[in-house]
């Protein structure tokens, strides 16, 4: 009974004419119809609004006209695309306006009120925090496998433009998210226990590695990292940081006061990832090693490890 109702309750179809009926409409195309009936408590006297009937129409009509903000981002030109307004339904104005129907007689009409939700980065913020280079560096690995580059590829574009706050961690599985066949990334070898395997999302720890000797370098607090359980070869010894959906992290925290602008780009058979802030930043630079500039026949790293050594940042990962 429950499934019928809410399959009638949002008829999101061709107008209809039907007596006492409330159309609603966003930007004048109609995404519900539904009559005063299907909210009514069923007792004498006075009509009274079912309110978890109302309550599981307003959670539907929320999720139907929701739309994401987008952040302002800098594209390969060194442009800045201004980022896009997102919106949810106003959910007080809106219950006025259905109370206003209810207890009328008669159809009525309403367009969804909306609240505009502003992107977390605008064009002015990135404006601000592009101009100091605080940090960079760059690996190179074998550009003639397809899959790996392909993989390191997508694991760059998910992390470039992104903004770290003051105080805040960042997350490299949090950002770039699952490695699956279905977001895209490809079969590539990787590191499991030591041995050599293939595995969907392989290559992914150049771009986690690249990411931490940039970071390290521009003196952000390291909250997690873990090494491989064998050496990689596109970064010196002990600086390498493996990730893993379901397992190792790494994560660092933006200790300064202004935000961190992270570019991150695969060009060729190298990866490169640089960090930018505003000009009145006051940060400390490390001495990192350079990558190896050598590129080897074949390289094998990423995702799905246990720890061998961590390093002294590293926390112990359970067996």
């Known amino acids: 009974m429950i499934q019928v109702w809410i399959a009638g309750l949002l008829l999101l179809a061709q107008p209809v004419d039907l007596p006492d009926s409330l159309t609603v409409t966003q930007q004048g195309q109609t995404i519900a119809i539904v009559n005063r009936v299907n909210f009514t408590v069923p007792l004498p006297g006075t009509p009274m609004i079912d309110d978890k009937k109302y309550g599981q129409f307003i959670d539907k ?4 006209i929701y739309q994401d903000p987008i952040n302002a981002t800098i ?3 060194g442009k800045i695309v201004p980022g896009q307004v997102g919106y949810r339904l106003y959910r007080k104005e809106f219950r006025e306006k259905f109370y206003t129907y209810f207890f009328r007689n008669g159809p009525s009409e309403i367009e969804v009120p909306e609240l505009d939700i502003y992107p977390k980065v605008d064009s002015e913020l990135l404006a601000h925090i592009k101009v100091q280079q605080i940090g960079q560096y760059v690996t190179y690995f074998n550009s003639n496998n397809k899959s790996r580059l392909h993989n390191i590829s997508l694991a760059a574009k998910a992390i470039n433009n992104h903004v770290v706050f003051p105080n805040e961690v960042f997350s490299f599985n949090q950002v ?3 490695r699956s066949i279905e977001k895209g990334y490809r079969n590539a070898p990787i590191i499991v226990r030591g041995e050599l395997s293939e595995g969907v999302g392989g290559g992914i720890c150049q771009v986690s590695s690249t990411l931490f000797n940039a970071v390290d370098r521009a003196g952000l607090l390291i909250v997690e990292r873990y090494s491989h359980s064998r050496r990689v070869t596109y970064v010196p010894p002990g600086r390498d940081a493996t990730v893993s959906w379901y397992g ?3 994560r660092f925290q933006n200790k300064y006061n202004q935000p961190i602008l992270i570019r991150a780009k695969q ?5 490169i ?4 802030s505003s000009d009145v930043i006051n940060y400390e630079i490390r001495k990192v090693p350079k990558a190896p500039s050598r590129i080897p026949k074949e390289i094998h790293a990423v995702p799905e490890i246990h720890i061998s050594k961590p390093s002294k940042e590293c926390k112990v990962l359970a067996p």
């Not at 009509?61 to 139907?64: A, G, P, S």
């Not at 990832?273 to 930018?276: D, H, M, S």
């Open 267 to 271: 060009y060729g058979g190298s990866m």
């Open 248 to 250: 190792p992290d790494f």
């Open 75 to 77: 594209n390969d030109e």
């Open 273 to 276: 990832v640089t960090l930018f």
């Open 61 to 64: 009509l929320d999720r139907r």
């Open 176 to 178: 770039v998210g699952n």
